[in-house]
C-alpha cells in the first residue's frame, strides 16, 4: 500500500500541474470553454449562471493557477490533508462537469487538457474518476506520505508557484500562448486543412431481430434496419471544418487563401480593444503599399462594424466569419493574421502590432 500510494501522490500531482499548464497557455481559450459551460448552465440548471461570464478570464487564470499550485503543494507534501481535500472538492466539480457533457451531449469537449489532448467526454469523465479514485486513497493513506521539506520551505514554494502561475496566465492573455496547438497555428496550411488527410472510411450499424451488427458495406438484406454510420478512421477527418468568409456579394473564402493576405480579426466590435488602432491602421496603410491586401473580418454586423470602422479609422475592407471561429483563429481582440497562398505566416496580439517590414520578411518573393 506504501508503493500505491506513493505512485499516487507523483501521479495526481504531476497530473495537475500538467493540465494547469495546458490551460493556462491559453487562458482565452479556457475562459470561451467556461462560457460555453454557463450558457448551457443557465438554460438547463438555472439562469443565474449566465451572471458569471463576465468572469469567465478571471475564472479561468484562478482555476488553472489553482490546478497548478495544488500539485506542486502535493508534490512538496505541504499542508497534505488540506491540499487532499481541496483536490478532492476540485476533482468532484470537475467529474461534475465532464458526466454532464458526456451524459447530457452538451459540451461535447471539456477542454481538460485544452487543444493540446482532445478527449471525449466520456473520456474526460472516465480520467475524472480514476483521479478522484486516487485522491480518496490517497486522503486515506497519507501517513505514508511523511514531509520531505519544512514547512516555511513548503510554503515558499506553493507561495512562488501561486505568483509565477498567475504571471504565466496573465501574460499569455495580453499577448498569446506560448505554445500553439491550434490548426491555425503559424507553418499550418489552412486549405490542406479543410481536406481529409486519407480517405474517410465507415461502418454501418444495423439492427435486425432487436439485435445490432456492424458490416463494412451497406447490406443489401432489406430486413436490416439502419441505425447510424460511424467513422472507422475519424483522424483522418479534415482538422479545419468551418472556416468560411463572405460578404453581401458572396463566399469570399477562396479570394481569402489565396495571396498575400493581411486579416484584421475582431471577433465582435462591443469587446474589441480599441487602444492600439493607430499601429494596426499604419500596418494596414504600410501593407498595401507592400503589394499585401489587408482586410478585416468580423462577426459583427454591418451596422455595427461600420460605426466601429469610423470610430477607430480603419481603412480597410471587411468581411464576415462565424465568431466562434475567429475565436479559435485567433485569441486577440483584434489580432492580425499574416496568410500567404492559406498558409499561416504570422500572428499577432495587438499589443504586439508588427511593423510593416516586420510583415514582409516573413513573406516569400
Known amino acids: 500500500m506504501k508503493y500505491i500510494t506513493k505512485f499516487f501522490w507523483l501521479f495526481v500531482g504531476v497530473l495537475f500541474i500538467f493540465s494547469g499548464l495546458i490551460k ?79 451524459y447530457f451531449n452538451k459540451v461535447t469537449d471539456c477542454g481538460c487538457f485544452g487543444d493540446a489532448i482532445k478527449l ?36 515558499t514554494i506553493t507561495a512562488l508557484t501561486a505568483i509565477l502561475s498567475v504571471g504565466i496566465g496573465w501574460y499569455a492573455y495580453e499577448h498569446l500562448p506560448y505554445i500553439d496547438f491550434r490548426a491555425y497555428k503559424i507553418g499550418n496550411n489552412i ?25 463494412e458495406e451497406y447490406p443489401t438484406d432489406q430486413s436490416y434496419k439502419f441505425k447510424e454510420m460511424v467513422p472507422v478512421n475519424p483522424e483522418a477527418g479534415p482538422k479545419i471544418t468551418d472556416f468560411n468568409v463572405w460578404n453581401d456579394q458572396g463566399d469570399f473564402t477562396q479570394e481569402v487563401l489565396t495571396g498575400k493576405k493581411l486579416l484584421i480579426i475582431v471577433h465582435n466590435v462591443a469587446k474589441a480593444d480599441r487602444s492600439d488602432f493607430d499601429k494596426i491602421n499604419q500596418l494596414v496603410a504600410g501593407a498595401e503599399k507592400q503589394g499585401i491586401t489587408p482586410l478585416v473580418v468580423t462577426s459583427s454586423s454591418s451596422q455595427d462594424f461600420e460605426a466601429f470602422r469610423h470610430e477607430v479609422n480603419l481603412a480597410a475592407p ?44 516573413l513573406l516569400a518573393d
Open 318 to 361: 471587411y468581411y464576415f466569419g462565424d465568431g466562434t471561429v475567429l475565436k479559435t483563429m485567433m485569441r486577440s481582440n483584434p489580432g492580425i493574421m499574416l496568410l500567404q497562398d492559406g498558409t499561416v505566416k504570422g500572428m499577432w496580439h495587438h499589443n504586439d502590432t508588427p511593423a510593416v517590414d516586420e510583415v514582409k520578411a
Open 120 to 155: 471525449t467526454p466520456w473520456e474526460s469523465f472516465t480520467k475524472d474518476i480514476v483521479l478522484l479514485v486516487m485522491i480518496v486513497v490517497l486522503l486515506v493513506t497519507r501517513r505514508y506520505l511523511q514531509p520531505i521539506m519544512k514547512p516555511t520551505m513548503g510554503a
Open 191 to 215: 486549405p490542406t486543412l479543410m481536406k481529409p488527410s486519407a480517405p474517410l472510411k465507415y461502418k454501418y450499424i444495423m439492427v435486425k431481430n432487436g439485435e445490432e451488427q456492424e458490416f
Open 24 to 102: 493556462i497557455n491559453d487562458p482565452v481559450g479556457t475562459a470561451i470553454k467556461l462560457e460555453e459551460y454557463f450558457e448551457v448552465f443557465s438554460a438547463d440548471i438555472a439562469p443565474f449562471f449566465k451572471s458569471l461570464e463576465p468572469a469567465a478570464l478571471f475564472l479561468s487564470i484562478f482555476l488553472s493557477a489553482l490546478e497548478i499550485v495544488l500539485g506542486v503543494a502535493l508534490l512538496v507534501r505541504w499542508k497534505l490533508k488540506e491540499v487532499l481535500w481541496l483536490l478532492l472538492a476540485m476533482i468532484v466539480f470537475f467529474t461534475f462537469l465532464t458526466f454532464y457533457s458526456a
